[in-house]
Structures are given as C-alpha cells and as structure tokens.
C-alpha cells in the first residue's frame, strides 16, 4: 500500500520529474511492451558485448567451472591417486613433518607406482595440493555461489519490502533483522557440529559433496540480513524519489513502481555485494571448517587455507596457489559484475 | 593435553618408612653460580588457570603452587628419582598412631607467608577446612572425603554443608593432629598435594581468590608468591620476602620472578621466543620443531623435548554391536592404525607410537611392540566380523592436528574393509569428546585422538580406572570402552590389593595380556612436552621435576 | 522521536531475552559439561564432576538455570562468575571490550579511510589503470586468510624489520601498576597499528567497491547534474551532494559490522595476543566455560542494538527525507 500523501516530502528538481514523467508514461503503452522488452535485453547483451575486460571475466568464470567439474577427474587420471589418498611416509611428508615441495616423486601403494605431487602436498597427510586445489573449487564455488543466491534472494525480498512498504512490514522485518544479527552464530555452529551436524552433512541431494548443504543453510539462514539491510537503506531513499512520486502521482501500482522504478537501481549494489561475498564465503567457510562444521575430509579452498597457515614461513607457496586462486575468481566475478551494472544501468555508460 | 598431578611412588607403598629424613644438601648444589634475579617470561596458549591454591588443579596451575606452597612434606627441586621423594619441609617430623589413623605433624617455626605473618599448624587446618568447605566446592575434597579411601573424620559433614571446620583436625602448641576413619597408605601422598599447603586466613573461607594485584592478596609461604592475576591475560609470582633460609627453608629461588601471559598464538609466541622477547614457549609450532633440534640439539640449549606420563589411544567400545565380543575386528584395528604417522602429526619429538597402555613413566611398563602395523594380518582378522559394515568414529574437529589424526584412522579403517560411505565420522570441538563418550550408551564404535594421564604413577590408575567393569555409570565414564568382562574384572581387583614388586609385576604383565587377548583399545602413541627458550635463559638452571613433569620453577635462572 | 525511543527499548529488552534464552538452549543441546574445566580437562574424573555440576547448578533443569541467571543480572546487574578460572564475568567484560573497542574503531578509521580514498578515486575514473590496481589491491584482503595476513605482517614488520612489536596489547591509560607491561597512549597505538592494518583488510574490500558502486550511481543523479549545471564547483558536488548521498548505505554497513566485527576480532585478537571480546568467547567456548559465552553474547548483543540504533537517527540525519517512523 502506498503511503499517504501528505507524508511524502517533494524535494523538487523539476527537470528530472518531467522526464520520469516522461518516461512512465512511455512504459504505460501496454501495447509496445512486448517489443521494448526484447529490445531492453538486446540492448543489455548489446552493451555488455562492448565491454572486453567483462566477457574475458566471463571466460575466465567458465573455465574456472569446467575446471573444476570436468578437468579434475581427467588429471586425477593423469597423476594416478586421487584429492583424499593419503601419502604419510616421505617423501611426501618429510622428516620434519613438512609436507613436500613441488615436482616431489612419492611412491603409491595402492598402485605401486612412482606418482608426481607436480604443487607438492598440501599437508602433513601427504594429499596432493594440485588435485585438492580442483576438486577444492568445485566444493567451494558451490558453496559460496548457493550461499551468496541464498542469501541475495532473502536479503533483497525482504530488504526492499521492508524499505518499500515501511509501517508495519518495516517494522516486523527490522526487527527479525536484529534477531538474526544478534545471534550468537558461533556457539550455535559449535552445538551444531556436535549435535545434528552429521546427520546434516549427510543431505546431499545426490549432487552435492558432503556438507555443503550445511555451510549453505548457515550462510543463508545468518546472512541475508546483511543485503537487506542495504537494500532497505536504498529502497527507503529511492521510494522518496522525485521519479518515484511521480509514478505514484499518475497512478502506478506497487508492484509496478517496484518492478520499474526501484529494482532497476538495486541492482548496481546488489551485484557489487555478491561478487564479493562469494569471497568471503570461501574464508567463512575455512573459518567454520576450523570449528568442525562443513566440509571435514574432502578438499576445499577454505581448508587449503586454513592449512597453510600452519606452514606459513616453512611453507608459503601453500598459501600462493589457493590464495591466487581465489583472488582472480573474486577478480573476474567483480570485473563481470562491472561489466553486467554498466550493461542494466544505460546511464552509467554516458560517463 | 591438561594433566592434574598428585602423588608419590611412595604412596600405595606407603608409609612413613619411605620417608626417611634426608640430607638437607641445598637443592642446586650449583645454585649460588647462578644468576640471581630477572624476570622469566612464560608464553602458553593455554587459558588463565585458578590461582586459589584449594581450587588450582590443573597442570600449569599446579607448576605454579608448586613454587608458591609450603607444605607439610615436599618434593625436592631435582630431577629424577632424587625428586620424587618426599622430605620434611614445615613439618619437622611426623608420627602415626599405632591404629594407623592419628597423624601427628611437629611444625617447625621460622615460615612466614609473603604478607609477614607466620606459618602456624592452624595454618595447614585452615587449608583442610577450606579443602572441604561445601561454598568453595574444591576438586581436592574427593581426596579426603573418600569412604574407601582418605577420609578424615569431620570432613564428610564439612563438605555437606552441616558444619565449619573439620572435626578431625585440631591444633596443639606446634603440633597437627589429623584423624582419620580408617588407616590409609596413601594418606602422605594425598597430603602433601597442594591443596593443602599452608594457608593464610587472609583467604576468605568460602569465596575463591580469583583477582591478586600485590603479595598481600593471595599470601603464601613458599619461596615464591603471587602477586599479580589478571585473568587470561598476565599471572605474576614474584619471590616471597619473608622467605629466609633456615631449617626446612632451603629451596632455590634465583630468578625475582616469573610472569605467564595466558591465551597466546602458538605462531606469534615462536616469535616472540625467537626474538627472545618471552623466554619460554611450551607449545613450538610443529613446523619448526625440527629446526630448533637440528640447530640447538635435544635438551642441551634452547630446544628440549620431555615425556610426559599420557598415553594416547583409540578406545574400542564393547558395550556396541560392532566390537561387542569381537575380537578379531579389534585386534585388525590395533593392526591396522598406522601409528608413525598418527603421532608424526603433531610435528617432530611429539612422542613414540605406542601399542600397549603402560609407557614408561607407569611402573611395571614393559618395553615391548605388540601391534607391528601388518594390513595383511588385519585384513584376514576382520574379514567376516565387520557385521553390518557400518562404523561411527567420534573424533575431535579442533585444530589441525586431531582431524588429520581422524583421517588416518579413516584410512585405515578403510583398508580393513569398511566402505567409505558406511564411515561415520562424528566430530566434536575442544574436550567435549571425552563428554560425549562418557555417556553409557553413546552410539560411537571408536574414538580418536583420545588419551590418559596418570594421577600418581601407579599402575591401578591405568588399568583399574580405565577398564575396570563394575564402575561403569551413567555418565562421566573413563571406561570409555565400557569393557566389563567378570573374569578381568576379578583380575583387576585382586591386582590392586598387592603391594611392592609383586604389584607392578602382575600389572606389567596383566597390561599385556589385556592388549592381546581383550583389545578393548588401540594404543597410539606416548607424549612429550616440547620447550622453546630464549637466549636469555641458563639452560643448565633447567631441573625437570618429574612429580609434577615440568620445569621447577625455583631452580630457573636466567644468564 | 521520543516514542520511538521508547518502543526501541522495549524491543531491546525482549530481545534481550530471546538471545539469551537461545543460547542457554542451543549451549546445553551439546555434549558440553562446564565442570570439566575445573576437574582437570580432559582426564576429569566423575567424583570431581559431580562435585562441581552440585556446585554450579548445572544439574538443574534448564528454565531454573535461566531464571538464576536472569534474576543475578537483572537484580544485582552480575553476569556471574567464570566456570573455567573463577573470575566475575562482569570484570572481563569490562576488561575486554576496551579492547575490541580499540580493535574495531580504529580498524574502522582505517578502512574508512581506504575505502573512501580509493573508492572515490575509483568512481570518478572507473576502469581506469589505478581503478583496476585497486580493487587487485583490496582483493587481496579477501583472499587470503586473515591469520595468514596477520601473521605475515607480524613476522616482516615484527620480527624481521623491529618496525612495529610483534604481538601484545598495551592499555591506553597505561599499564597496570607494577605489571611491568607496557601502557600510555603512545605504546597503545604503537601495538595497534598492524592489529588495525590487518583488521581493515577483512572489511576493506567491501567498503571501497560499496563507496565506488555508491559514488558512480550518485553521479548520474539528476540532483548532481542540477548542481553542475547551475555551475557548483565539482568539490562541492562531490562532498555536499555526492559524498552524503553515496553514504547512506555505507552508514547501514557501518552499523550491521559491528556485530560481524567481533567475528571478524577474534582471528585479528588471536594473532596478536589481544585480550579483547573475541580472544574471550573463543577460549570461553573451548574450555565450555558458558558464563564467560554468555557474557560475550550479551555484551555484544546490547552492542548491536546500541548501534544500530544509532545507524538509524544517523540515516534521518544523513538523509533528510528519512523519517524515523
């Protein structure tokens, strides 16, 4: 429901409401939807097509997918053991309890070959860094990308509703917001993992590795209220908007007023603020794994680093690859999230 | 690993024939070469620990009293046998009744707390009465209110509730008297814990003594005194001024003090050792270890390594389908776990891998492998006893070091035959392990990355108290693999009525015999304290007391 | 505005109560058994369990162990006494929080200032080389882990320069007498420069890419292409029209961090020894010490509130157009 008249302050500015006027009333011609519509989309890929650094984020990004779904078994192959296979004797670990430096022959019992550990191992287990750092993005990309769409879906809907429609909704959303940003998430991770952790790992829905679903539901259900937050902040000084009123004043209902006139300008911060969560949920995740929730035996970006703390001078290169691994995957989602705004956003191209 | 130590070789042995007054040598016969003074700074990432000396229980808190307390009897500054006998220190001599349950203790005059007053016999009652008070709740009062044990008249009723002091201590002149229901052998052991080191009514008698800012706070008559605890962040002892050489007072005390800062970064602390700004670190970062031993050698400068009385292992629980009565499943475990690498985990000089429960600091350990890791062996063994296929390992998920540990147990669990699929791991953070393991009827097959460290070095604490059947209970069970079989159990308890060689002779052997012909666990490994020092410390000034298996204190000095 | 106040504290304290009451129901679903501190760790016999569960009440049902201690923290404003060492909760907190606070606010300043220095600079010329260079820049701060960072920077600036100290908190107000630590305000900041450097790079990233996605779409604002047409210097479009508008939801940010920032302390309190809020609850946790937990939990749960309540008379502030309704 829209708010009453009289509480709406009209800060003026007469030029921009002449041409939202303008605008709206173009939009309101049911006929010529359809059409603009295609032509809003083509208009999208058109830009976006335009801007290089994007599409070879975009590349980079579809090649970090493949690589992590379909190259890892090919040189799993090559190399002869797999991600989890330990290698406990030197010189895999050596005497020190160091694990080996790149190009490292080990002996395999299971095979009895002489197999390459071509990045060296990953910890005093032996397992092959190379090997885990593949299968690792696979588990990591699935947990940070659901978690980051988890948590944007929550955190927009809720976030603009409540920014939108104020009185009541605001209120009640607010202060759900508050619950979930004061819960002690770490106790509850920590009960969690001693309680019904495993049985949670357990829910795979045959496609997902072993706690991933986990880390998604914490991420999700303690993360939303951060985007919607941010989203209710926008939509509250969107809605007062000159073009806005304007819309109202010639009717405009409010999922229309939404749909036109306040998503269009949420999504600038709404890409932004996922392509660097799904950063941050490749760290949490290593944060978790330390206190036993989440991904245990198999190999994630998130143990790769939490690991290789523990060799930080005698090892450094153990921080390196799964370091750099992330920051060019942050890298190209940030560069492709430029590259999609300035594609929605005409306005941001006039610049 | 936190271990609370008491005890005496002397104590089930007994007696006051042990305790022959010995030669009153000054502690360091190099003591007055050593530096006098300075400052030594000790790192832990463990937390603050209770400084209340009727509350402290746990290691490093009992490495502090042990230089803050005057006792009744103490054990010397030395290292090996020469420090685990007990010698006279405020009270000059003692007498037992004919009955065996009057003690009589003379208190020597001459000790004074660090606030100036002196040590009197109502000193060490007030101790006894703090020890039992119900409001203070202090873990030592199941040492004297023990019915089949130490059980000084009066205390029961103390720590009910029902009464203020201890009926069966009372004060003559200079002169203690201790009664207790029933004789008991292990009575001098128990005593001189430091739970019941000479006390100042200062200390209130029901309200703990957390928070100490001078020598006045938390006074004591030891060679040194607390003069400073900011929980979890800096505990200071500084030497005790009134502590002036005389009969009974001859401990060394080189260094002015010794300040622990609590809670640190196991890295950050290398650091800081490594710039020799904290001169102490007990927890080197693994991947360092080895440096430090190829460039200061074992136990000679900067880096040493010591064994602590702890054996680790996986228990087996019996009371579950899967290892009930199945003991070819738990002898292919015992053959399966890859040991090397399990202990090889924590980095280098962690300890040995291990196969039965007795290391060397148990007496009656025999020095024998009985498990050599043979897959072959442990497939054909577990071949047909896997029953459903299905096993639940519990497993400790903090750290680095335990879920490694995990995943070799995995391994090799996998290499007898059970599918990866059917594995259940089942983890648990920090101790909680040992809670949920405690609980009769958990659903865990095994455990991992679990251990024991002996009270007082006898073998009854190993056996009796870990496999003894009949004292399983609801909750808060050792017996984590809830063995009770009536023969053993018979065993046991005829085991633990024997006395002198015989004792540790029956029980070496019967350590042996349990590990081949029951496997209620598989043992893994032993355990070593590794130290890292600064350049400032006078590595010949290190004693390590093997009562309490540290560093005395008081014989520290720094160059 | 003073009925809004009102219903705010009304809510705070109700909310009070759900997040306490949930975290005594979620400590104790777990295996944890607080007496274990006391009896030894890991080798704690019953005898000594069951003296200490008798002596803390830890037997009773759950609702009787809340109300206790509702009633203590309500009547007599105590959080009670420490399971693991003893000592009042009320004094660790106390102690602590100075701590976090020094953590959070200057780290805040820090990252503030990085934010707004790049992130500016980054919007008025986006994909520019030194745009690119600084989002590479602040990446790095997301992408390796915070302890790794930490203690990389302890050991070159530390150890291996003597720029800085290695590791260790020193009071503001000056040591504690006799302690022999060091304190002032001069040494206080001294040990905080790397603690600060390394906290802001958790949040850095965020915040420049927020202030750049902010600063771009203010720009296009017709407001500022009012101000430039009617030939307002650009430094005053930037500060009093672009920089106010863009940081409205930096402010939101600001206000919902402080609650992730204690998260976000204890890897930085961990690595440089601080004995702050974070360093607490994680020792707290480990030893099942759920007094010193709870403590932590309600601090930081007044803290939130406080905050955010703050965030929002600031966004009416900021913001004008924003009512407090």
């Not at chain 1, 830009?47 to 975009?58: E, H, L, M, P």
């Not at chain 1, 209902?253 to 036109?260: F, G, H, K, Q």
């Not at chain 2, 251990?451 to 870990?466: A, E, M, Q, R, T």
């Amino acid at each position: 429901m829209a708010q009453r008249d009289e509480k709406i302050v009209v800060s003026a500015g007469a030029g921009g409401l002449g041409a939202a006027i303008a605008s709206e009333s173009g939009t309101e011609l049911g006929s010529m939807e359809e059409i603009k519509a295609r032509g809003y989309w083509e208009l999208v890929w058109r830009r976006f097509r335009r801007d290089k650094v994007a599409i070879g984020s975009g590349v980079f990004i579809i090649l970090l997918i493949f690589f992590a779904f379909g190259a890892a078994p090919i040189v799993k192959d090559m190399v002869g053991h797999g991600p989890n296979d330990l290698f406990l004797y030197a010189p895999a670990v050596n005497l020190a309890g160091l694990p080996a430096n790149p190009m490292t022959h080990v002996h395999n019992p299971n095979t009895g070959h002489s197999d390459l550990l071509v990045l060296g191992a990953a910890n005093r287990l032996g397992q092959d860094e190379l090997l885990r750092l593949m299968y690792g993005a696979r588990i990591s990309l699935e947990v940070a990308i659901l978690s980051t769409l988890g948590v944007m879906f929550i955190g927009v809907i809720l976030g603009s509703a409540a920014g939108y429609f104020r009185g009541w909704t605001d209120t009640i959303i607010s202060r759900v917001t508050e619950i979930t940003m004061a819960f002690p998430v770490l106790i509850f991770v920590i009960s969690l993992a001693a309680t019904v952790g495993p049985q949670l790992d357990n829910i795979t829905l045959g496609v997902f590795p072993q706690g991933v679903i986990t880390l998604v539901l914490i991420f999700s259900l303690f993360g939303w209220f951060y985007p919607a937050r941010i989203m209710r902040a926008q939509v509250l000084s969107i809605r007062e908007k000159e073009y806005v009123e304007a819309a109202r004043m010639v009717g405009a209902s409010d999922s229309r007023i939404i749909r036109s006139h306040v998503l269009p300008h949420l999504v600038a911060p709404m890409i932004v603020y996922s392509t660097l969560i799904v950063a941050s949920y490749v760290l949490f995740e290593a944060g978790l794994s330390f206190l036993g929730v989440g991904i245990k035996f198999n190999a994630s970006w998130g143990n790769l680093l939490s690991s290789a703390v523990d060799y930080y001078t005698t090892r450094p290169l153990l921080m390196l690859w799964p370091g750099l691994a992330l920051m060019l995957t942050t890298l190209a989602f940030n560069l492709l999230g430029d590259g999609l705004r300035d594609a929605f956003d005409p306005r941001a191209s006039h610049m | 690993m936190h271990r609370r130590l008491w005890l005496s070789v002397a104590m089930l042995v007994a007696g006051a024939s042990l305790l022959v007054a010995a030669s009153f040598a000054s502690a360091g016969t190099a003591s007055h070469a050593l530096k006098q003074g300075g400052i030594w700074k000790y790192g832990t990432t463990g937390a603050s620990v209770q400084v209340d000396p009727q509350i402290a229980y746990i290691t490093t808190a009992w490495w502090l009293e042990y230089s803050t307390a005057a006792k009744l009897y103490n054990y010397p500054d030395k290292p090996g046998p020469a420090g685990s006998t007990l010698h006279p220190e405020v009270a000059s001599k003692f007498t037992v009744s004919k009955n065996g349950k009057t003690y009589t203790f003379t208190i020597r005059k001459g000790f004074k707390f660090s606030n100036g007053k002196p040590v009197t016999p109502a000193s060490f009652k007030y101790a006894i009465d703090r020890v039992a008070n119900k409001g203070l709740a202090s873990p030592g009062a199941q040492f004297i209110t023990d019915p089949n044990g130490t059980n000084i008249v009066g205390a029961a009723k103390v720590n009910s509730g029902a009464a203020q002091h201890v009926s069966g201590v009372s004060v003559k002149g200079q002169k203690l008297t201790v009664h207790l229901t029933k004789p008991d052998g292990t009575f001098m052991a128990k005593i001189t814990m430091p739970f019941f080191q000479a006390t100042s009514t200062a200390l209130p008698l029901s309200q703990e003594v957390v928070t100490v800012h001078s020598a006045n706070d938390l006074p004591s008559a030891g060679p040194y005194t607390y003069t400073r605890n900011d929980v979890n962040q800096l505990t200071s002892v500084r030497r005790n001024k009134f502590y002036k050489t005389g009969p009974g007072r001859h401990r060394p005390h080189n260094l002015q003090g010794l300040d622990v800062f609590w809670n640190q970064n196991e890295a950050t602390l290398y650091n800081q050792v490594a710039a020799n700004q904290v001169d102490e670190d007990p927890v080197p970062s693994p991947d360092k270890v080895q440096g430090l031993a190829n460039q200061y050698k074992v136990n000679k400068s900067r880096f040493w390594a010591k064994s602590q009385n702890c054996t680790g292992y996986l228990p087996l629980n019996m009371s579950n389908s899967l290892f009930k009565g199945n003991l070819p499943l738990r002898q292919a475990v015992n053959y399966a776990i890859e040991r090397a690498p399990y202990v090889g985990q924590a980095g280098p000089y962690a300890g040995d891998t291990w196969t039965h429960l007795f290391n060397p600091g148990v007496p009656g350990w025999r020095n024998v492998s009985l498990y050599k890791r043979n897959l072959a062996t442990a497939k054909k063994l577990a071949k047909g006893h896997l029953k459903n296929g299905k096993i639940t390992v519990y497993f400790r998920s903090s750290g680095t070091v335990n879920p490694a540990q995990a995943q070799i147990v995995r391994s090799d669990l996998q290499a007898i035959g059970f599918q990866s699929g059917n594995i259940n791991m089942k983890g648990f953070s920090g101790g909680n392990i040992y809670t949920a393991m405690g609980v009769k009827g958990n659903d865990a097959d095994m455990g991992v990355s679990m251990g024991w460290c002996s009270d007082f070095p006898d073998p009854y604490d190993w056996i009796n108290v870990l496999l003894y059947g009949p004292s399983i209970q609801a909750d808060n069970n050792v017996n984590y693999s809830y063995m009770n079989i009536a023969k053993w159990n018979k065993k046991m308890a005829s085991a633990a009525k024997l006395v002198g060689p015989k004792r540790y002779k029956v029980y070496g052997q019967m350590d042996l015999d349990l590990m081949k012909q029951v496997a209620p666990l598989a043992a893994t490994r032993t355990y070593n304290n590794r130290y890292f020092f600064s350049n400032r410390i006078n590595p010949k000034s290190l004693v390590y007391q093997g009562i309490y298996q540290d560093f005395s204190i008081g014989a520290m000095a720094l160059k | 505005m003073f009925r809004y106040l009102i219903r705010r504290i009304l809510w705070a304290i109700l909310l009070f109560i759900i997040i306490t009451f949930v975290t005594f129901v979620i400590f104790f679903m777990g295996p944890n058994d607080p007496a274990r501190a006391q009896c030894g760790g890991d080798q704690a016999r019953p005898a000594c369990l069951k003296l200490v569960t008798e002596h803390y009440g830890l037997n009773k049902p759950l609702y009787v162990q809340y109300w206790r201690f509702f009633d203590r923290l309500v009547v007599h404003q105590n959080l009670g006494y420490s399971y693991a060492n003893g000592s009042s909760v009320n004094q660790t907190i106390a102690k602590a929080a100075p701590v976090t606070a020094s953590l959070v606010f200057g780290g805040a300043v820090i990252w503030m200032m990085i934010a707004l220095s790049l992130g500016v600079y980054s919007a008025l010329r986006p994909r520019s080389l030194l745009d690119r260079t600084a989002m590479v820049f602040v990446l790095i701060g997301i992408s390796a882990h915070p302890v790794w960072i930490g203690l990389i920077f302890e050991y070159v600036f530390g150890v291996k320069l003597g720029w800085t100290p290695i590791a260790n908190y020193a009071n503001f107000f000056g040591a504690p007498a006799g302690s022999g630590l060091p304190g002032g305000p001069w040494q206080w900041f001294y040990h905080m420069i790397l603690p600060w450097f390394t906290f802001a790079l958790l949040f850095a990233a965020l915040y420049v890419r927020m202030v750049r996605a902010n600063v771009m779409e203010t720009l296009n604002e017709d407001f500022v292409r009012t101000a430039r047409a009617k030939g307002a210097p650009e430094r005053r479009i930037l500060v009093s029209h672009v920089l106010r508008n863009a940081l409205l939801p930096v402010v939101t940010m600001l206000g919902m961090d402080i609650g992730v920032a204690l998260g976000g302390a204890v890897f930085t309190e961990t690595v440089y020894q601080l004995p702050g809020l974070g360093q607490n609850l994680v020792v707290g946790i480990q030893a099942n010490d759920f007094a010193t937990v709870q403590g932590v939990v309600v601090f930081a749960t007044v803290a939130i509130l406080l905050f955010n309540l703050i965030v929002d008379v600031l966004y009416a502030w900021i913001d004008p157009r924003i009512r407090l309704a």
